[in-house]
C-alpha cells in the first residue's frame, strides 16, 4: 500500500487549478495556471506534479464537452468547445503521456457534485441536481448515488426555454444555439445584455428579475425530468446577493402546485430544496482529488 | 412454488386495460374497461380478477401523477391528476383491499418503457428514454437499467419551450402552466388550435410543421438531461404518417452539431436513435405483467 497523496486537476476554461493533498482536509499544495494555449497551460501543469511527486494517480476535472466514454476512440479529448486551441484536443492522452500514471476523468461539474454530494450542500442526498451558472452553464446528476451518464456526459445548459417578452430583441451568445438556456442566462449573456458585467449591475438592476426567470425556466425543466432530492445552483452568477430567492420565488410560480410534495408545497420548504453550494469556488478541486482517491 | 399466472392493469385516463397471463407470449385473458369514476370502474375491474383468478400478483402500471414513493403515507395515492373524480383517490389501497394479493405499482409510461425495453424498440438499450405524446405527455427513462425516479416520477411533459412566433395567440391547453410543453404539443392542444383531431387534419396539414418543431424542442431537452443512448417516441399524436420524420429533421437541426457524436451527427444516424415504439398500445398492458413477473 502506497503512501503517496493524490493529485487534483480542475481544467477549466480561464485556469487550471492543480492540488497535491491526501484527503480534502489535507491540501498540501494548490497552483493556479492562466488557461492559454494547451502547450503553454499544459507544460506548467506537468512541471508543477513532477516537481512535488510522486503522487499515487490523478483526478482530471474537465471543462467540455469532453468524450467521458471510455469505449470511444476519442475518450478523454474535448470536442464541441468554443474555446479557441482546445477543440478536439486530446486533454487526457497528453497528460497521460506526460505523467505515466494512472488519470480518472470526469467533468467538473461532476466533480463539484461529487465534492458536494460527500463534504458539502448535498451530504446524504443520492438523487441530487448540481447546476453551474458562470461562463456557461452545466449541470450534473446523482441518481440513487450514481453519476448520470449515458451517451456522454449532461448538456443541460442547451436546453430551449421560452424567451421573454421584454428581451425579444437579444439573440442569445451561444456559438451553437444562440438563444438556448446558457445563451439568454450565463455569465457573458448578461454582460453582453447589458453591457456591463454582472458584478458592476448592482443589487437592484432589473437585469436581476430577467435572470431570475430564465433560472428558474431551466431548473424546472431539470427538475421535472430527474426529479432530485435537492438542487444545488452555484457557479458566479449566483453571488449576487439575493438571486436564490428571486430564482425560488420564481420556481414556485412556475411549478403552480403541480409537484405535489413537501418539497414544493411553499417557500419556507423550496429553501431547503433549492440550495447555494457550501464549498464556494473549491468544489471542483476537491472533487477531483476525491475521485483520484476514491478509484484508486 | 405457485403455477398460477400474474395479473396486469394499465390503468389509463379513457380506459382501463386488465390482462391475466404467465408472460408477453402468453396473455390468457385480457379487457378494457372504460374510465369513469373510481367506484364504476374499480368494481368492474376488481370482478374480473375475482371471476379469472386466483393470480400470483398483480402489475399496476397507473396514470399519473401518482405518488410512488414507497415511504410516502400517501404512497399509490393519485395526486394533481386533471382527471374528474381522481384527484387523491388511493388508487393502490383500494385495490389491495378488494384483491388482497400483491400489487407492484408504477406508472403507465415506465411500464412502457419496461415492456419496450425488454421486447420492444429499446432491446439491450440500457440507457433508453421513452417519451408518449397523446392525451398529454409522458416520459420515463432508464439509466443503467435502472429506472430515473427520485422524489417522484419523471413528469417531463411539463417542462417549458419556447413558444413560435406563427403560434403566439394560442394560450395551450395545461390546466396547471397552460403553454408548457404538453399544453403546446398534446393531442387535445392539435384538437384546441385547429377545431379538429389530429386525425381529421390530414397529413399535408401545416399542423404538423408546427407540431414537431415543438416536439423537437422537449425532446431536445430531455435528450441533454438524461443523454440516452436511444429515445422511442409513442402515442396517438406519433401515428400520424411522416411526423417522425419532421421530428428528426428539427432535432438535427436543433442541435446544430454541438453533440458531436456518431449516433446524432447526421439524419441516417438518427433514424436509429430517435424511433417509434415497436409494441403499439399494447406496451403498458405488457409492462404491467412483466412487472408482475420480476417482482415475484
Redesign the interface.
Known amino acids: 500500500m502506497s503512501s503517496n497523496p493524490y493529485g487534483g486537476i480542475e481544467a477549466g476554461g480561464t485556469k487550471f487549478s492543480c492540488a497535491i493533498g491526501t484527503s480534502p482536509g489535507d491540501i498540501q499544495q494548490i497552483i493556479h495556471i492562466p488557461t492559454t494555449t494547451p502547450s503553454e497551460t499544459l507544460s506548467k501543469v506537468v512541471e508543477f506534479f513532477k516537481n512535488n511527486g510522486p503522487i499515487e494517480s490523478l483526478g482530471l476535472a474537465a471543462f467540455g464537452?469532453i468524450e467521458i466514454n471510455k469505449k470511444s476512440p476519442n475518450y478523454g479529448h474535448l470536442?464541441?468547445t468554443p474555446k479557441e486551441g482546445w477543440r478536439g484536443f486530446d486533454l487526457l492522452g497528453y497528460l497521460k503521456e506526460k505523467l505515466n500514471i494512472s488519470i480518472y476523468l470526469e467533468t467538473d461539474v461532476q466533480s463539484a457534485l461529487r465534492a458536494e454530494h460527500l463534504l458539502g450542500a448535498g451530504q446524504g442526498i443520492d438523487?441530487l441536481l448540481y447546476i453551474t451558472v458562470g461562463g456557461g452553464i452545466g449541470?450534473a446528476?446523482l441518481?440513487?448515488g450514481?453519476l448520470?451518464?449515458?451517451?456522454?456526459?449532461?448538456?443541460?445548459g442547451?436546453?430551449?426555454?421560452?424567451?421573454l417578452e421584454e428581451d425579444k430583441s437579444f439573440d442569445g451568445v451561444c456559438h451553437?444555439?444562440n438563444d438556448c438556456w446558457e445563451g439568454l442566462s450565463s455569465g457573458p449573456s448578461i454582460e453582453t445584455r447589458w453591457g456591463k458585467s454582472g458584478e458592476d449591475l448592482g443589487i437592484d438592476h432589473n437585469a436581476w428579475e430577467l435572470e431570475a426567470k430564465y433560472l428558474a425556466?431551466g431548473i424546472?425543466?431539470?427538475l421535472?425530468?430527474?426529479?432530485?432530492?435537492r438542487i444545488i445552483v452555484g457557479g458566479g452568477v449566483m453571488k449576487n446577493e439575493g438571486l436564490i430567492d428571486k430564482v425560488r420565488l420564481n420556481i414556485y410560480k412556475?411549478l403552480?402546485?403541480?409537484?405535489?410534495?413537501p418539497?414544493l408545497t411553499n417557500l419556507e420548504a423550496l429553501e431547503k430544496y433549492i440550495v447555494l453550494p457550501s464549498l464556494g469556488s473549491s468544489s471542483g478541486i476537491l472533487g477531483a482529488l476525491m475521485l483520484a482517491r476514491s478509484e484508486s
Do not use: C, R, W
Not at 403552480?256 to 410534495?261: E, F, V
Open positions: 464537452p470536442t464541441s438523487n449541470g446528476s441518481v440513487n450514481h448520470l451518464e449515458g451517451l456522454m456526459h449532461q448538456e443541460i442547451h436546453m430551449f426555454i421560452p424567451k451553437f444555439h425556466y424546472v425543466n431539470a421535472l425530468v430527474t426529479m432530485p432530492e412556475m403552480n402546485g403541480y409537484i405535489d410534495l418539497s
